[in-house]
């Protein structure tokens, strides 16, 4: 090897090496020499960096400038009555800054370049953030491999960070946007939907299906009362405006006991601020009429609210339904209450409805059922004692702005049950038959899986578009939608308005739902110990838009709502309800599956049974100097 | 037209100066929701021009906002400044066009009976129907009625009736006849506040709430009442059945100011349909 070979590598080496130093060295000139836009730039970009802005919100900053820019150059071009010296202005502005910053009046320099100074300075971080970026996305940045994945999970600590901050500075998380959205919470990240810094959802998402997925503690029950309350102040809006029939929330809560209670007296609150004029407590404070069901209706309704086998046992159920049949529909009508339907339940007072009928072919049903009737009115009176009165009357969903239904899920699945059978019907004749086609209904099914055994909302979920109702389900786990996985993918992808997921172990199936996006992996070239070269190849990878993994660690009052092939995470605000209007005992599940015959529902003595009996004092006098003589 | 309130009330600088009269009308106006002004006139004692000037007053402390929502002069509110200043924890909202008539309706038996000797001597309290709303705060049941005020009667008066606390119902419009002898029944038997706990509400064995129920009524809707108090047997001896006072119902488009009838303010004795009262001018300060 001649000495020139030998040379060669080294001259290669320090000629690269001059080159760096020689492109640095320009490098720094340049950022001197532009050192308000240097400064600008590197704050913005330190800005993005320590809040997780995404890039674009640097752009929009810089184009919010515009503005300034140009009534800059309008303020020169009228001082000199020319647009030529325009051209110039910058460069002169840049040397006057210097010369002021030369003569110690640094506050004056910055003045005089601010205006070309910080939009170009946001533009310049907006680009350095946007490489950063999009650099440690593909995996060409950072020193190793493992940089992305670091650099990803300290921006996500950042933009939380951020959304906190946001939440909870006063006011600056209104109910409901400019836009007529309803607003969740601030925007943690987005993937595939629109950044901003607050979560708005469109009124349309919530009359259209959603589904809630989230374990117990992680912040469900404050979503749902953002939703439910933003709904209802949105709808009566609308309302208000002519734009829409007047809302209703019918809320089934399935979990029961004390703290569905609390819930529900929070939930009043919160719905009161949002402009509800009632909310009904189902069945503490309210009831419903499952008698004013259309026969037909009514009919099946019982018959459901029965739990009956298959195989053999059917035989009976058709018993059953004959006889329910019968004593619904006899000609002088149906029942009007429970105790008016179980007096049916008799065979003598079905022979005695139906002697009249012309044909003899109830008679005939009459006679081949008559010995199982006892049995079925047993079965009845039994159902009817667990219920309570709740579902006697009298009432309609027609009575409030939204209804709290209290279902004992829990303590009774089997109760809660045929409750939530007869509570869905009754709703759904309410809109077929009743004056709630006239109303915008969300339908929320709280803690579905205590109900999903025998609810078959999936029926309902399909239909009820057409009828104006929305349907939103929650549950605690992705199998506690339904009890069959058909069932489950059924519901979750007829939830056109979106899907709302907190922290749970199981994500992976609604996050599937969210869909694939296309992402460059890729592989750098190892060259020793912890070191990497900056060499390597890129290739086209499908990764989830919803990432399992982040939905597994959400913390609490977090959400990831995926839809339409894109999620938004969010950090959910909540809703601050108005104090109680007084400390009363909450009333415990065993008070409140004694029936609603409490509070307003206590029977109203007869006359002349009340407890004041004695004569009182003769005011006429009085009311006579107030409002004259006594007209009766 | 509406005369909004300053963005940012005087009070914030400088508290608004209030003498006795003021205080007394802000908390009349924030208890009624909204009072019309020739009422405002009859609380404060004065002539409407002066009520008029006090008026501008609480306006431009940033206490009231006022606007013509109907027929008759304008109404009167109170802003949530005023309503903090008052105390009341009530939320600030517009009198509501639908409402109008029943307020101005309740003001004016307000305004009646607290005109009367009787009152004055036993120095009764009457409790709005905004105050036990607030006392509710949303929780009212969906067959649970709040009258439009209760009056007070404290013990130790000379009034027979002392200790006493009686229900007072407005009736403008006709209802049922089964619908209103609900709405007797349940004043009549209720034992709890509003308010309370929802099984202390009728309890059966407690003495009752309300002592008697009187019905101030038109002259539209008199029938009704009367046959409702018939239908509800025994309770119905404890409902007392008066007219509306004069001056009660909403002005009628093409009557001229002269040929409104006036409030009588209070402590000037009532004034009834037919009086003298409902003359062209009033006296004036």
Known sequence: ?632 | MTTPAPASPATAASPARLDERDIAGLLFVAEMYGVQLDQVAAVLGTGESRARAVTASWRRAGYAQSARLGPGGPWLWLTRAGLAACGLPFPATTPALSRLAHLRAVTSVRLALEAASGYRAAGAFWRSERRLRARMGGRVGLREHIPDGEVHWPDGTAAAWAGECWAVEAELTRKTVARTAAIMREILTRTGDYGCPAAQARVPGQPPRHERAVYLCSPAARPVVTRARDAIGALGARVEIRDLPAGAELPRAGLSRAELPRPSPPGTGPSRAGSSRAGPAGPRP
């Open chain 1, 1 to 632: 090897m001649t000495r020139r070979r030998r040379r060669r590598p080294l001259l290669l080496a320090a000629g690269r090496v001059l080159a760096w130093a020689a492109g640095v060295a320009a490098g720094a000139a340049l950022a001197v020499a532009a050192a308000p836009v240097t400064l600008v730039a590197a704050f913005a970009f330190a800005l993005a960096w320590a809040t997780g802005w995404a890039p674009r919100r640097l752009y929009q900053a810089a184009l919010w400038c515009v503005p300034m820019l140009a009534a800059w150059a309008a303020a020169i071009a009228l001082a000199a009555r020319s647009w030529l010296p325009v051209a110039a202005a910058p460069y002169l502005a840049w040397l006057a800054m210097w010369h002021l910053a030369a003569a110690g009046s640094v506050l004056l320099a910055a003045l005089t370049i601010a205006p070309v100074a910080v939009p170009l300075g946001l533009l310049a971080g907006a680009l350095a953030w946007s490489r950063r970026v999009y650099a440690m996305r593909t995996g060409t940045g950072g020193l190793s491999p493992t940089a992305s994945a670091a650099f990803d999970r300290r921006q996500w600590r950042h933009q939380v960070r951020s959304a906190r901050a946001r939440i909870a500075a006063p006011g600056a998380v209104p109910l409901l946007s400019r836009g007529g959205g309803i607003v969740a919470g601030a925007i943690i990240r987005t993937v595939g939907h629109t950044a901003s810094p607050l979560a708005a959802i469109p009124y349309q998402r919530l009359r259209s299906h959603q589904v809630v997925i989230g374990t117990t503690g992680t912040g469900k029950t404050t979503l749902l009362l953002r939703l439910w309350a933003g709904f209802l102040a949105l709808g009566l809006r609308r309302h208000a405006a002519g734009a829409g029939h007047r809302p209703l929330l019918v809320v089934l809560d399935c979990k029961g006991g004390a703290d569905s209670r609390r819930v529900a007296d929070r939930a009043r609150r919160v719905l009161r601020a949002a402009g509800a004029r009632s909310t009904a407590i189902w069945p503490d404070e309210a009831s419903l009429s499952l008698w004013a069901l259309p026969a037909r209706q009514l009919t099946t309704t019982l018959v459901d609210m029965i739990e009956h086998g298959t195989g053999g046992a059917a035989y009976y159920a058709d018993v059953l339904e004959a006889v329910v049949a019968l004593a619904v529909g006899p000609p002088c009508g149906p029942p009007a209450s429970a105790a008016d339907f179980l007096a049916r339940l008799d065979p003598g007072w079905l022979t005695a409805a139906y002697a009249s009928a012309p044909d003899g072919k109830d008679a005939a049903l009459l006679r081949s059922a008559s010995r199982h009737i006892s049995d079925i009115a047993l079965r009845f009176r039994t159902l009817f004692r667990r219920l309570g009165e709740g579902l006697d009357g009298p009432g309609g969903f027609g009575d409030a702005d939204a209804w709290y239904c209290i279902l004992e899920g829990t303590s009774q699945i089997a109760v809660a049950e045929a409750q939530a059978r007869a509570l869905v019907d009754i709703l759904a004749s309410y809109i077929t038959h009743g004056p709630g086609g006239q109303r915008e209904i969300l339908l929320a099914v709280d803690e579905f899986s205590a109900v999903s055994r025998r609810l078959p909302i999936w029926q309902l979920y399909e239909r009820a578009r057409s009828l104006g109702l929305a349907v939103q389900v929650s549950a605690q786990s992705w199998p506690g939608l339904a009890p069959r996985d058909d069932d489950r993918y059924r519901i979750a992808a007829a939830a056109d308005g979106g899907i709302w997921l907190l922290r749970t172990p199981h994500p992976d199936p609604a996050t599937a739902l969210a869909g694939h996006r296309r992402s460059a992996d890729t592989a750098r070239r190892v060259a020793g110990v912890a070191l990497w070269r900056h060499e390597g190849s890129s290739r086209m990878r499908d990764e989830p838009v919803a990432d399992p993994s982040i939905i597994r660690s959400l913390d609490t009052g977090q959400a990831a709502y995926i839809y339409r092939g894109g999620v938004t995470f969010i950090q959910i605000k909540r809703l601050v309800a108005a104090p109680p209007a007084l400390a009363a005992e909450p009333i415990t599940a065993d008070q409140a599956s004694a029936g609603p015959a409490t509070a307003a529902h206590a029977p109203i003595p007869p006359p002349g049974t009340e407890p004041h009996t004695g004569s009182l004092p003769d005011a006429g006098a009085l009311l006579d100097e107030a409002f004259g003589n006594k007209t009766s």
